[in-house]
């Protein structure tokens, strides 16, 4: 089982649903003056936005649709370039193709989130927005993305979609730019099977967001509001089901977290002066612990370590790297990409190509992601322990690693 979260179903999960089924209520919107409608997916957004310390939150069917929505809002839209690092999830890269932008890929750095230096070698007098990827937990470097959008009067769209929960000098990760966006699928800090969460202060960006991802209506509608939709939007509501699930993970969260926090120093701290052995670099202590990523000095010896524990180096453990994203090399904005329009770029072509970003491939090559609360191949991280795992356990995972650095 992938994220911590689904680790983590029990008897809180089970009793939110089965309020929903017994009121019969399935959509978000329903009778105000039944006392049998339980407004779990309202309920959700209220919670969230106080966790996240917000006025404003929606919640949608996922993270991919939670980017999209998050740009939309903003007024992103065709011949706009939006700065993504090219280690992330494609939904980063997607969605923004589907506001009709362009994605100007950037480097990391050796923390694994967005390299700062490169953000500005990428602005042009196109460049709407930043988006920074909270990956693996991570916080990215929010005091230096937001001063270059400060400098250059950019949006800063947060993609906290791994990061439910982390924290950046004091605040939680998704609230320190214009606008966040979260994901509730399997892989995630917390999980309702799928879903998303949208949040901003911006009420005027929190009605837009809200109307793009519901038929264009205004917050909190009462039926259909026809004469008062002001944008056209479409749906990506959360239903009943999903928005009660997604409500008892969110009251996991803090222990979570904690938990996460606890098993990961133990690990690390067993491993910790091996020679060869070196961490990436956190960009704060209030990452979420999901993951304990490796650096190795050399892709050879990174290779030879994870031949010998069975897992693969993140450079080639697939979906998260551009070099891997077969569905947009090669093709040039703005109209090869892929898309089923045709997008009216003015722009310059940007082409995708791989090794594109040596920085970026060099740190991949040599890193390797040992789950802590993640366990997802897919991420390169099918080896270590899990939310659940023993101090035996913990231990065992610490001396296959000692094992095997010492062989390369
Ligand atoms: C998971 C994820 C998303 C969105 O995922 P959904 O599956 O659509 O919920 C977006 N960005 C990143 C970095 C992710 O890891």
Redesign the pocket.
Known sequence: MPGPGAFLIGEEEKKEVLDVLESGYLFRYGNEDDPEFKHKVATLEKEFAGYIEKEHCVALT??????LTCLSALGIGPGDEVIVPGY??I??ISSIIYAKAIPVLAEIDESLTIDTDDIEKKITEKTKAIMP?H?LGNPSDMDKVMKIAKKHNLYVIE?A??AAGASYKGRKVGSIGNIG?F???V??TISSG???LVVTDDKTVYERAFGFHDQGHKPSRMGVEVGERSIIGLNFRMNELTGAFALAQLRRIDNIISTLHEKKKKLKDKISGIEGIRFRKLNDSGECGTLLTILFESKEKAEGFCKIVGTKTVYNSGW?VYNNMENILGKKMPTKIGCPFECPFYGKEIEYRKHMLPKTDDILSRAVNISIGVVDPGLGAGFGINILSSDKEIDDCAKSIARAAAEV
């Open positions: 996922s993270g991919t649709a939670a980017l992330t999830f939904a980063s990827v990956m993609d979609c791994q966006a994901s509730l699928n892989f995630k799928d879903g998303g998260h």
